[in-house]
């Protein structure tokens, strides 16, 4: 893309328009900032009161394969950006064969497979967990056919299967075991992963995932989990925000702290440096989150990226000159690409439905007076009308003076909205 496309009125008295593939909470964010900016925004996404759609100037409510849908949107729309990593490519391809698309259909396919994306990690030479690939019941049948004392390591070729290159499982030992087992597409917050113990539990696991293509991926000891969050533009220049420690409960990401210290400077320095290659191997455009468990020698692994800002990004929101949703617009539009500075240190906790029911499963309002008369506290509900378990409802960061000040305040409003401490 050679020209910024610059918020406000054009000349010809046009508001220019920003277009975003989804509507939920992190579109709605997203729209926000744009908004703030002077563009006007436009939201397809099938669902009348998703997040997003309910603020945008526009919202196009068809299914993201729909022709008609994706027509009006790259009609109204200076450039698109996309919300969620399972927009189907297809869609991508067509919207970015009119106007500018960032990120685009190819990197968007390959966060969209774990196939893909461990292969491309693994190009960058940034280590992945032990794997192997269940794309097919022969890989399964070669696998229980393994002799389970004599530990290998998966055989990995480039086999096409299902018109794509893949590694092909000869055999896989016991050094697989614990593991889990998590769909190759459309998994999020721990869905579409099976823990598995034995081959037994391997075959049962697949089946009730319905045989879909899947990796089996060694269960390894965590010490940590963080999260390195780059921004790249269309001129290949490169930002990035403070590594992000997080905490996953459930599968779900529950609290993120962000602070000088938050991990050792080691772990900074490789996370950091393997985010960045992992987004310019990919000609990456657009904000792009990685994520890496720390082991418990410190060794550092990747474990999956996200084209897209992220959940443990959102603390950018109040504890940086510009959050990772002004850099989405920036990396979209083209406009120059500045170094975010953290100005307080944060942690983040995640808002999820359970918060919603008291201990007998009854609907209870959260307590938001008691939270909110906690100096730095910054809530962010998404305006979803329904609370589920499990469902991210909102957000709340929390800022201060120094990091002491902000854990003592996180753990009290923790206590306050019956999240566990941490
Ligand atoms: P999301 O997209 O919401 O981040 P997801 O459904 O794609 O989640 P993963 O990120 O693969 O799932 O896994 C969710 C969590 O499960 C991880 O953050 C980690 O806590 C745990 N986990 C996943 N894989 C492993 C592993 N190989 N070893 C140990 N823990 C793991
Ligand atoms: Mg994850």
Same mark, same amino acid.
């Given at each position: ?5 610059? #918020? ?37 996404? #099938?669902?009348?009161? /998703? ?31 996309? $919300? ?21 259909? /190819? ?29 097919? @019941? ?29 590694? $092909? ?13 998590? @769909? ?25 995932? /319905? ?44 609290? @993120?702290?962000?602070? $000088? ?108 007076? $008691? ?27 929390? @800022? ?23």
């Amino acid at each position: 893309m050679s020209q910024i496309i610059l #918020p406000g009125t054009t000349a010809t008295g046009q508001q220019t328009t920003l277009g975003v593939m989804g509507g939920g909470q992190l579109g709605r964010m997203f729209v926000q900032a744009a908004q703030a900016m002077g563009y006007f925004t436009a939201v397809l996404d #099938p669902d009348p009161a /998703s997040p997003a759609g309910l603020v945008s100037h526009f919202h196009v409510q068809t299914d993201y394969l729909d022709e008609q849908g994706l027509a009006q949107l790259m009609q109204r729309c200076a450039a698109i950006t996309t $919300e969620f990593e399972n927009v189907p490519a297809p869609a991508l391809y067509t919207l970015g064969a009119h106007c500018p698309v960032a990120p685009g259909a /190819s990197a968007v396919a390959v966060a969209q497979d774990r196939i893909k994306e461990k292969a491309h990690f693994e190009r960058c030479g940034v280590p992945v967990a032990p794997y192997a690939v269940i794309g097919a @019941t022969e890989h399964l049948a070669a696998m229980l056919d393994a002799p389970s004392a004599a530990p290998g390591r998966p055989k990995q070729a480039s086999a096409p299967l299902g018109g794509s290159a893949v590694h $092909e499982v000869t055999s896989v030992g016991a050094d697989l075991f614990p593991g889990i087992l998590k @769909t190759a597409r459309l998994g999020y917050d721990g869905k579409g992963q099976i823990r598995v113990k034995t081959r037994a539990e391997l075959a049962a696991a697949w089946d009730s995932l /319905s045989q879909v293509p899947c990796v089996l991926e060694k269960m390894l000891p965590l010490a940590a989990e963080c999260s390195v969050i780059v921004a790249r533009g269309w001129n290949g220049d490169m930002v990035h925000f403070f590594p992000q420690l997080n905490l996953h409960r459930d599968g779900i990401l529950a609290v @993120t702290q962000v602070f $000088e210290g938050n991990m050792a400077s080691a772990t900074v320095e490789r996370s950091v440096a393997a985010a960045k290659s992992i987004a310019d191997d990919l000609q990456y455009v657009g904000v792009l989150c990685v994520e890496f468990f720390v082991l418990q020698d410190g060794s550092l692994v990747v474990n999956e990226m996200a084209p897209r800002p992220h959940n443990s990004g959102h603390y950018t929101l109040d504890a940086c000159d510009v959050s990772q949703f002004d850099l989405q617009v920036r990396t979209l539009t083209g406009l120059p690409l500045v170094p975010p500075r953290q100005h307080s240190p944060a942690i983040m906790l995640n808002l999820l439905g359970d918060l919603w029911f008291d201990a007998d499963g009854r609907p209870i309002t959260p307590a938001w007076s $008691e939270v909110l008369a906690l100096p730095g506290t910054h809530l962010h509900l998404y305006g979803k009308l329904q609370a589920r378990k499990g469902r991210k409802m909102g957000h709340l960061n929390i @800022t201060g003076a120094d990091v002491e000040a902000v854990r003592a305040t996180a753990q009290r409003a923790a206590a306050l909205l019956g999240i566990p401490a941490f």
